[in-house]
């Protein structure tokens, strides 16, 4: 069967765009292929994936907030192990201008989730959120263009409104644990105009480390009548076993 005649103008106008401005993968840095959409196929095959999806509530990942926060299941895409090559996507995403990196990553794990019928008990899909100032500095927030990309693949609308963080004290990266707790308690809260009460709720961010953000998150979102919560991020750090 010859290909239609519009799907070879189409592979001549990709390639053409490809040689005057080459892709290249979001984890190594090489050229991508012509068909190849963010992560080339080597790096995509050796991602070191959790599988957390397939068992959604009995995870390290889910574990992690038992007796914490009423997050009933949580999954995260990949292991994050400091200085491997996913942890350098997640930071060009986070420190060098790349939200369709945050993008195109939740793509790719959101088709993974819906593959494990992850969304099936999802209505609504709630970015942890960014001080303004925060965000106004950096331009954008990562966790939008995550769930943004989970969003499309998963058909649920992304509320960016609903829950907000009022402010921002230092980041979390050194942080310890009861550092991290402290950093984040009291810092955010719904807004007025609240859209949640009664939902199912899917929280996402970058990384899940001790998840204390998360946690601070759900335990506001648990005082609106008939929620339940969910989370979901692109790396999970708080694992022995990472890849």
């Given at each position: 069967m010859?290909?239609?005649?519009?799907a070879?103008?189409?592979?001549?106008f990709?390639r053409?765009?490809?040689?005057l401005?080459?892709?290249?993968?979001a984890?190594?840095?090489q050229?991508?292929?012509l068909?190849?959409?963010t992560?080339?196929t080597?790096?995509?095959i050796?991602?070191p994936?959790?599988?957390?999806a397939?068992?959604?509530?009995?995870n390290?990942m889910?574990?992690?907030?038992w007796h914490?926060?009423?997050?009933?299941k949580?999954a995260?895409w990949?292991?994050y192990?400091?200085?491997?090559?996913?942890?350098?996507?997640i930071?060009?995403l986070k420190?060098?201008?790349?939200?369709d990196?945050?993008?195109?990553?939740?793509r790719?794990?959101?088709r993974?989730?819906?593959?494990?019928?992850?969304?099936?008990?999802?209505?609504?899909?709630?970015?942890?959120p960014?001080a303004?100032?925060?965000?106004?500095q950096?331009?954008?927030?990562?966790?939008?263009?995550i769930?943004?990309?989970?969003?499309?693949?998963?058909?649920?609308q992304v509320?960016?409104k609903s829950?907000?963080?009022?402010?921002?004290?230092?980041?979390?990266?050194?942080?310890?644990?009861?550092e991290?707790e402290k950093?984040?308690?009291?810092?955010?809260?719904?807004?007025?105009?609240?859209?949640?009460?009664?939902?199912r709720i899917?929280?996402v961010?970058?990384?899940?480390?001790?998840?204390?953000?998360?946690?601070?998150?759900?335990?506001?979102?648990?005082k609106?009548p008939?929620?339940?919560?969910?989370?979901?991020?692109?790396a999970?750090?708080g694992s022995?076993?990472?890849?």
């Open positions: 010859k290909p239609h005649p519009s070879i103008i189409d592979a001549l990709r053409f765009a490809d040689t401005s080459p892709r290249a993968c984890v190594c840095g050229r991508l292929g068909h190849e959409q992560l080339c080597a790096c995509n050796s991602i994936r959790t599988h957390y397939s068992n959604p509530y009995e390290d889910a574990m992690a907030f914490l926060a009423p997050i009933e949580a995260a990949f292991f192990n400091a200085g491997s090559p996913t942890a350098l996507a930071y060009k420190y060098y201008d790349r939200p990196i945050g993008y195109a990553l939740g790719i794990f959101g993974e989730l819906a593959a494990e019928d992850f969304f099936d008990d999802v209505d609504v899909i709630v970015p942890v960014l303004p100032k925060r965000e106004r950096r331009g954008y927030n990562q966790s939008v263009a769930a943004e990309g989970i969003g499309r693949e998963a058909h649920i509320d960016t829950l907000r963080r009022t402010t921002f004290e230092k980041s979390q990266t050194m942080l310890s644990r009861e991290r950093n984040v308690s009291g810092v955010f809260e719904t807004s007025p105009s609240c859209g949640l009460i009664g939902k899917l929280l961010d970058d990384v899940c480390t001790t998840g204390a953000t998360l946690t601070a998150c759900a335990n506001v979102i648990s609106l008939g929620v339940r919560i969910y989370a979901a991020t692109l999970f750090a022995r076993h990472k890849g």
